[in-house]
């Protein structure tokens, strides 16, 4: 129990760390070049984003640490968590592209990537651990949102 503990806190903050400096792109841009984009009817107002995002950090932790705690020996463990490791990687360039480079096309792009490596590491979360998966499922849920929304946004601009 206490190796479980542990490795759900170490993914978290991997999480929350990735998620803290995704913020440093969006920062620049959220208050001035985004503000100027033309949004679709069903964009959120900008104050839901972080307590959204810190919520889904968490759960992406908890749901790591989970899969982690079986075991980083056996093969689908790993193969799990290299897809995680990816996608999360993928979620930070998204950040990068879309805010940082102000490139909605780009980004556009790269979430599309995401929500194919999200549906590859919740299968391998589901094989490993299946609760672990389905605390992906927030997660999934809002990427695919926000593709609906970066795709809407790349277009009307």
């Known amino acids: 129990m206490k190796k479980s503990i542990y490795y759900i806190l ?3 903050a991997v999480c929350l760390l990735v998620g803290f400096l995704s ?3 969006t920062q620049s841009s959220v208050n ?3 503000l100027t984009l033309n949004k679709p009817f069903f964009n959120p ?3 839901v984003f972080a307590p959204v995002w810190s919520v889904l950090y968490i759960l992406m932790g ?3 640490g989970l899969v982690w705690a079986k075991g980083y020996y056996h093969i689908w463990v790993k193969t799990a968590l290299y897809h ?3 996608q999360l990687l993928l979620n930070a360039l ?3 592209v879309f805010f940082g480079l102000k490139n909605p096309f780009g980004a556009l792009l790269i979430i599309i990537a995401l929500n194919v490596l999200l549906a590859f590491t919740f299968k391998w979360f589901k094989v490993v651990k299946p609760r672990a998966a389905y605390l992906l499922l927030p997660y999934m849920t ?3 949102f926000a593709s609906l929304l970066n795709g809407a946004i790349w277009y009307l601009n």
């Open 10 to 12: 170490v993914s978290v």
């Open 23 to 25: 913020g440093f792109a």
């Open 32 to 34: 001035d070049w985004y």
């Open 45 to 47: 107002p900008n104050w």
């Open 62 to 64: 908890v749901a790591a």
């Open 84 to 86: 995680f490791v990816f």
């Open 94 to 96: 998204w950040s990068i």
């Open 142 to 144: 809002w990427v695919g």
